[in-house]
């Protein structure tokens, strides 16, 4: 449906008739779909990649590409027929090799942005639930509620206190205040048409519903042409990083490679075959798989933290998480099971018990093991009641227990209440609810104002501190009576002793003889205090003891009272001081200023609209998926699909990993290129052809620096991931003493390449079989370098398994001994074939460089702590 209806000017009922809905219960579910194939789906954009054909053409604009181009173009001068065939194959490769790898990554971002489906909540024959945003169809009764974003075009039905926040459409950062039964012109500009709200804007506070008018291109943010999707991606720090540090090599190689030609062509060798020999040795030595390598990292990396429950919405986060020093955590869900149960209820001096499940509407209301008839005990109906009707969750019977849906204190409000027999459908029926204020962070109370036939009633409930002020009476039973001093008192031990257990304590009030002259609540008659349980997450203080060992602070914050939050905090290992009680979400913004002011690298927890600036303001924003509000969940790092806090642990250790996973990849492809450099440069200085032909280099290139790779992107976690300090944000990738290791490194490696090439040299002079032999220990050597690199503290074997790494191992045997066995390929690169003592040498020359180095680390490592810094690299 379009927007041409001026639904902000027609009256509820006539909206309703237009949209053939009712404006109460919403459309059947057979009547949604049967619009949802009339109308399609509710999007105005979709996040889409670059097509497969951009990738590959992308490929061609590369500086690989257009120095193979040049040593094709050589070849085909020089009359090399088969060698320019070859190298325009070598490109083809090379950009179908980028192509692919970058469509893969492409393609699991992808997946892994699906598994952030927008959701709504919409009521569909009286039943309010949640539905992808996508599924919502013209005549849709939906729900809002501070933190959502509007899904689509809709005329207001009810609005209590709300408040929009309407810049995406209007472009003004003010709240605009929403009114259902507000009388309209038909021409009435949007930003004053209180009666509506619009796709892609946010309620910012109160609750409200909503009849939907337009959804997808028809809404007003269609309309325009502005499309509410997935930014494109920017450039993070470390894909920055790694670019200016391949620029870098670029530079450096093309030099090196042009003194390579110009010593060459000074020794006599021949200027077309050096020219060839220089390009080709280029292409080798620059890194250009690095970008894409570093994309299947991340990708890889991601997927890794999606399986573990943490969906990553800016790669940025990724290696930030490696970094963090300080995790600020809530407890409620995070630390805890958030699964809320009613246990105890202190009213008029008197300790129940309740027991039975969280979902579970069975159970008993006992004194000291005895059965509490509620029937027969007005008082306690009364607190039942007030907790039933002060609350907008809800409790739908099924097979395997009761459906909850709402906030998991509400729902076990509830809960209590049908343990003791009440009906909460037909006490709220009696009771109709005419407005409310909503839960206030800072007031820490929720408010309801109801009537009947006999009057109107003020319903309260919220922490016992915050209630208690208002109150000037308590329910002594049948009637009120005075709260005196002495009462007070007795409500705040009552209330110590119920949060020494550990339990989240709410008190509970009413106000029976009308509602307040200026609309807040006051004057309130106190009726008790409910005590709910909600039990710690089995993981967690083993996910804590983690953190402690790799050097991360946890701190628990927590809305609950101190007393409470100290009670949970020693159940899991937590001192005193760890513990922020009382915090609102200005307080959490506080505390990460304070932490970021020290040095601290910090990740904080939110769902709350109002946690929205901390989350922001963190270096890494973690969100909560199940609880979380859509303001939080779009403006934070991380959204944890589980809400816990072990979660955020695995997080931490996966960030570690994929940052040293790419740091092994930088290791291995620099080591490895600066040795096919060096082999060339020192056999040409001394006075030897080039010990590899420009086809060999290519081969090199394509064949040996991919695979190894890609291998270690996906190392799993080093043994003592979790055991290291963070690391420092500000250290580069590649730091100058790592710079030196990899430069000694590709030293060594060459020399084993150098010193079997000039055995052979020595015994019978340049030739075939001395190209042979450098050309098979140059690809074979970059494996057992690869293994090498996966560590620079334990030896390869001490490591969790790779499989990738000993498939890639005997495959490059594989292969290479085909390149010298098999005729047709062997006579492509200018091989021979080789003796088994030529293969015993080769054999030794690539172990000995690397078990030389795999030396040297070991006895670092045993080093003490302050030499072992001044060593390492």
Not at 75 to 100: C, F
Not at 516 to 527: C, E, I, K, W, Y
Request: charged share 20%; aromatic share 4%; proline share 6%.
């Amino acid at each position: 449906m379009s927007t041409g209806s001026a639904f902000h000017a027609l009256e509820i009922g006539e909206v309703a008739r237009i949209l053939a809905t009712d404006a109460s219960t919403g459309l059947s579910p057979d009547e949604a779909r049967a619009r949802l194939e009339r109308v399609g789906p509710n999007r105005v954009g979709d996040h889409r990649g670059r097509p497969l054909w951009r990738l590959v053409l992308d490929q061609f604009r590369s500086l690989v590409v257009l120095l193979l181009l040049a040593a094709a173009a050589v070849a085909w001068g020089l009359s090399e027929r088969a060698d320019a065939v070859a190298i325009l194959a070598a490109l083809v490769l090379n950009a179908a090799i980028g192509a692919a790898s970058e469509w893969r990554a492409g393609r699991s971002l992808d997946r892994l942005r699906a598994l952030a489906v927008p959701q709504a909540r919409v009521r569909r024959e009286g039943r309010t639930f949640s539905v992808p945003s996508a599924d919502l169809v013209p005549g849709d009764l939906i729900a809002l509620e501070a933190g959502v974003h509007v899904p689509a075009d809709a005329r207001l039905v009810t609005a209590t206190a709300l408040r929009m926040n309407e810049a995406a459409l209007t472009g003004e950062s003010f709240p605009v205040t929403k009114d259902a039964h507000a009388r309209l012109a038909v021409d009435a500009p949007l930003p004053v048409r209180s009666t509506m709200v619009y796709l892609g804007t946010g309620v910012l506070a109160g609750a409200g519903t909503a009849l939907v008018s337009a959804t997808g291109l028809a809404t007003e943010l269609g309309r325009i042409g502005q499309l509410v999707a997935l930014a494109e991606g920017r450039a993070t720090p470390l894909e920055a990083q790694m670019e200016t540090l391949g620029r870098r090599l670029v530079a450096l190689a093309l030099g090196i490679c042009a003194v390579v030609g110009i010593v060459g062509i000074l020794h006599g060798q021949p200027i077309g075959l050096m020219l060839e020999t220089a390009i080709s040795l280029a292409v080798a030595a620059i890194p250009e798989g690095l970008p894409a390598i570093t994309t299947v990292a991340l990708a890889a990396g991601l997927w890794r933290l999606a399986r573990d429950g943490a969906l990553v919405r800016r790669l940025s986060a990724v290696e930030t998480l490696g970094s963090t020093t300080v995790i600020c955590t809530d407890k409620t869900g995070t630390m805890t099971e958030n699964q809320m149960t009613v246990t105890r209820l202190v009213l008029d001096g008197r300790c129940l018990d309740v027991s039975g499940g969280a979902r579970s509407p069975v159970g008993v209301v006992s004194e000291a093991g005895k059965p509490v008839d509620v029937t027969a005990d007005a008082h306690l109906q009364r607190l039942l009641t007030t907790g039933v009707l002060v609350n907008d969750a809800h409790a739908t019977p099924s097979e395997t227990g009761l459906v909850l849906d709402g906030d998991p204190t509400e729902t076990a409000l509830l809960v209590a209440a049908l343990k003791a027999g009440l009906d909460p459908a037909a006490l709220r029926s009696a009771w109709p609810r005419r407005r409310e204020i909503p839960f206030d962070p800072a007031a820490r109370l929720m408010s309801t104002f109801h009537e009947d036939s006999k009057g109107r009633v003020l319903f309260v409930k919220g922490g016992p501190g915050a209630v208690l002020d208002l109150c000037t009476r308590r329910q002594d039973g049948p009637d009120p009576v005075p709260l005196a001093d002495v009462d007070r008192a007795s409500i705040r031990a009552d209330n110590d002793a119920l949060a020494a257990q550990a339990l989240r304590v709410l008190a509970i009030a009413w106000r029976p003889d009308g509602w307040p002259a200026n609309g807040r609540p006051s004057d309130l008659v106190f009726l008790g205090l409910v005590g709910l349980a909600d039990p710690v997450r089995p993981e967690v203080e083993n996910a804590i003891d983690q953190c402690a060992r790799a050097g991360i602070r946890t701190i628990m914050l927590t809305g609950d009272q101190r007393s409470t939050a100290e009670a949970v905090g020693r159940q899991l290992g937590l001192a005193p001081e760890a513990i922020r009680s009382r915090v609102t979400p200005e307080g959490k913004m506080r505390l990460v200023e304070e932490l970021q002011d020290v040095g601290e690298v910090v990740a904080m927890t939110g769902d709350g609209v109002n946690d929205a600036p901390a989350l922001a303001r963190a270096d890494i924003g973690v969100a909560m998926g199940r609880v979380g509000t859509d303001v939080a969940r779009e403006i934070a790092d991380l959204v944890l699909t589980d809400d816990n806090f072990a979660t955020i642990v695995r997080a931490v250790e996966q960030g570690r990993v994929i940052y040293a996973n790419l740091r092994k990849t930088v290791h291995f492809l620099f080591s490895c290129n600066l040795s096919e450099i060096l082999t060339i440069f020192v056999a040409i200085l001394l006075g030897n052809p080039t010990p590899l032909l420009p086809l060999q280099i290519l081969w090199v290139n394509l064949v040996t620096d991919t695979l190894p790779a890609l291998a270690l992107v996906r190392d799993p976690a080093e043994p003592d991931v979790m055991t290291r300090q963070p690391r420092d944000p500000s250290e580069a990738l590649v730091t100058w003493r790592f710079g030196l290791r990899i430069l000694l490194e590709g030293v060594l490696l060459a020399a084993g390449v150098l010193g079997v090439y000039l055995w052979v040299v020595w015994q019978e002079g340049p030739g075939l079989r001395a190209t042979t032999v450098a050309f098979v220990a140059i690809v074979l050597i970059h494996p057992l370098q690869a293994m090498y690199c996966r560590s620079d503290r334990l030896a390869w074997w001490r490591l969790p398994g790779n499989h990738l790494s000993w498939l890639v191992l005997g495959l490059l045997i594989a292969v290479q001994w085909t390149a010298v066995e098999w005729g047709p390929l062997r006579a492509l690169l200018g091989t021979a074939p080789l003796g088994k003592t030529d293969w015993c040498a080769i054999a030794i020359a690539i172990v000995a460089p690397v078990a030389v180095a795999e030396l040297v680390k070991a006895r670092i490592h045993s080093l003490p702590s302050r030499q072992r810094q001044m060593s390492a690299t």
